[in-house]
């Protein structure tokens, strides 16, 4: 029987990356060293009792140093908490869990990964990945990035674009790149007659509309969702959502996903 | 000094230890199998089980509040069949002490779970939840009627040899009259509390929170209230009770001792520290150390009066 850590670690970097977007690496080589791309961890927004439960994030990087990234926006009291934690502090984090990307067993087709939002976090992840596959054999990966604004995406763009990926990027303010959906941008990226496999994670919209495309061309594509979540290891079954291929069952993103193929979600 | 003595007996379930898990908040006891010897607790009991399984509630089933959280799970399990075949098999592999929480729509139902249960081998104990609407009488909960309540007791009790926990509602006016019914029933023990009917909305959308409407709370925010009925229910019935209720230190558990339980069972803390129950276990072994108490019984029910 293994024995998982539940002990706190240490931070080692906290960046603010934008107005209300922030980073903080910490050391948890345990974490680290078992982490797949699309994985996420569960983390304590502070010691005592409220808030209460931890949140959910999905694994941005993971350091060959045995540390762990989270990359997070402000949207409530855990996250405003979580933004004011300095390098040197101290954070609860535990995992992996969830089930991940899964990474393509064919080497002959292009790869796109679409995030919005927050949803860009374990995408850099998934790219570290996949860089070493897509060189060898000469094919296309591409990035397409969308944020409310521009100085969101100017460092997290420049990163994707150092591991040699092709990027474009859509602002919902057209401060920079696209002025528009991110959507938008896979037509202008994404040639119809090649073979793409794309990987998504954003706003449900935007993956919606995602899949939309995605169908229609018959490209395979993995979404990464999010939920509510009590305990993120499938014990309170609290993050159910409906199971189109079964009306008497839900699926449970904790443990069922957070990643899914597109045709195992109910899109409706 | 010597280890402390940490037995405790539940109506004829020997425990090495009074801590246990919650129904619900520790799955079927494999998904903590990485952060928890499960040999090492009291006993683990599981998720409720029915006699077919259940989809639960439409989503959203949780949402957090002060110091707690509201469920609306609405029992999702895999049913007895697949309980025996599939998640049985894997707590017997680990030793643990298995206690099976039961829910039914009938009496009928519950009397058929503890057959089936009574039946297979490396169950130690049955823990009746009788929070569940009966669906023939209108919906209303067995555990919030206390001729319902001792009828369901009965019942189980008349199926199995197994040791009979009634799992209280504290959604009730007077649970200390639950609680007799339970013992009059010829339940072994009562444990309490399940959660308290509790709601939340959010005032943008001025929708609820949970698509249930309502759900039940469960956290520290209701251990109060829990230690108060713990006690309460402990003067009034002579079958040992467990208390169940915002534990999340052993502080926590020590105070429900003192209050009147034999054991405790830990709940939502799982989900927060996945390793609270062995912690919890530690701590309350360190404390019979610090206080010099032979055993942890010298504990239970020791609360100082006046
Ligand atoms: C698998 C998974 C991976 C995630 N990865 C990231 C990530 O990499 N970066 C990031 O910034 N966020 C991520 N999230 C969302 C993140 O968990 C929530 O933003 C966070 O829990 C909000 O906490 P809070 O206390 O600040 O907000 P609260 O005050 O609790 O809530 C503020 C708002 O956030 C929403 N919210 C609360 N909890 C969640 C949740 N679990 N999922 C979605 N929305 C929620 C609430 O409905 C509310 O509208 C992820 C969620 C999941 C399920
Ligand atoms: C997500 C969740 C699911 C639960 N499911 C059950 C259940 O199936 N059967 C049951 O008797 N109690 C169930 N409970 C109630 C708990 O076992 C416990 O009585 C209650 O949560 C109070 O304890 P706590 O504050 O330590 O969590 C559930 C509680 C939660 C939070
Ligand atoms: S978050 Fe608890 S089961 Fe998925």
Request: proline content about 5%; charged content about 15%; some cysteine.
């Amino acid at each position: 029987m293994e024995h998982s850590q539940t002990r706190t670690s240490e931070v080692v970097r906290s960046e603010r990356l934008g107005s209300d977007i922030f980073r903080l690496t910490v050391l948890a080589p345990w974490i680290a060293e078992a982490a797949q791309p699309g994985q996420f961890v569960m983390v304590q927004p502070a010691d005592g009792q409220d808030p209460l439960l931890r949140r959910p994030f999905s694994i941005h990087q993971v350091t060959g140093a045995g540390a762990v990234q989270i990359l997070f926006k402000v949207v409530g009291r855990g996250t405003s908490l979580l933004s004011r934690i300095r390098q040197g502090g101290q954070l609860n984090v535990i995992g992996p869990f969830g089930k991940g990307f899964a990474l393509p067993s064919g080497v002959e087709e292009n790869i796109c990964l679409i995030g919005g939002g927050m949803g860009i976090a374990p995408l850099l992840f998934l790219a570290k990945r996949l860089i070493g596959r897509s060189a060898v054999v000469g094919c296309r990966l591409v990035a397409l990035l969308g944020a409310r604004t521009g100085s969101e995406l100017t460092v997290l763009q420049g990163e994707f674009q150092q591991l040699g990926l092709a990027t474009a990027i859509a602002t919902d303010d057209g401060s920079s790149g696209h002025h528009g959906l991110v959507t938008q941008l896979m037509l202008q990226n994404m040639a119809p007659g090649d073979a793409w496999r794309v990987y998504t994670c954003g706003p449900h919209p935007m993956m919606r509309g995602v899949v939309e495309i995605c169908q229609g061309m018959a490209w395979p594509c993995q979404v990464s969702l999010e939920t509510m979540m009590a305990c993120g290891m499938g014990a309170c079954l609290g993050c159910a959502i409906t199971n189109p291929k079964d009306p008497n069952s839900y699926l449970h993103v904790c443990k069922d996903g957070p990643v899914f193929e597109m045709s195992e979600v109910a899109w409706r | 000094m010597t280890q402390p003595d940490l037995r405790v007996t539940i109506g004829g379930l020997e425990l090495p230890n009074p801590v246990m898990t919650a129904s619900g908040t520790f799955g079927y006891g494999e998904e903590f199998a990485s952060y928890v010897n499960l040999h090492r607790l009291g006993a683990v009991v599981v998720k409720g089980i029915s006699l077919q399984p259940r989809a639960g509630n439409p989503p959203p089933r949780i949402v957090e509040t002060a110091c707690g959280m509201l469920n609306a799970i609405g029992l999702e399990n895999v049913g007895v069949d697949r309980f025996l075949s599939e998640k049985l098999p894997y707590l017997r592999r680990a030793n643990a002490r298995v206690v099976v929480n039961v829910l039914g729509d009938s009496i009928d139902d519950y009397r058929a779970l503890a057959e089936r249960l009574s039946d297979a081998e490396g169950i130690s104990a049955l823990e009746i939840n009788i929070s569940c609407p009966n669906v023939k009488k209108g919906g209303v909960a067995f555990g919030t009627d206390a001729k319902m309540a001792r009828a369901v007791t009965e019942a189980v009790r008349n199926a199995t040899r197994l040791p009979v926990i009634v799992k209280l509602s504290p959604n009730v006016t007077d649970i200390t009259a639950i609680a007799s019914a339970a013992a009059d029933g010829g339940a072994d023990a009562v444990s309490l509390i399940n959660t308290l009917l509790g709601m939340a909305i959010d005032i943008r959308s001025r929708r609820p929170r949970l698509a249930n409407v309502v759900g039940g709370l469960s956290g520290p925010a209701v251990k109060p209230v829990a230690l108060r009925m713990v006690w309460q229910v402990a003067r009034t019935v002579s079958i040992p009770v467990v208390g169940i209720g915002g534990i999340t230190s052993a502080e926590d558990a020590i105070e429900f001792l003192i209050a009147g339980a034999t054991a405790v069972e830990v709940g939502t803390a799982n989900f927060i520290n996945p390793r609270a129950t062995e912690e919890i276990l530690a701590g309350l072994i360190a404390y019979l150390k610090e206080h010099r108490l032979a055993s942890v019984r010298e504990l239970i029910g020791s609360l100082q009066l006046g």
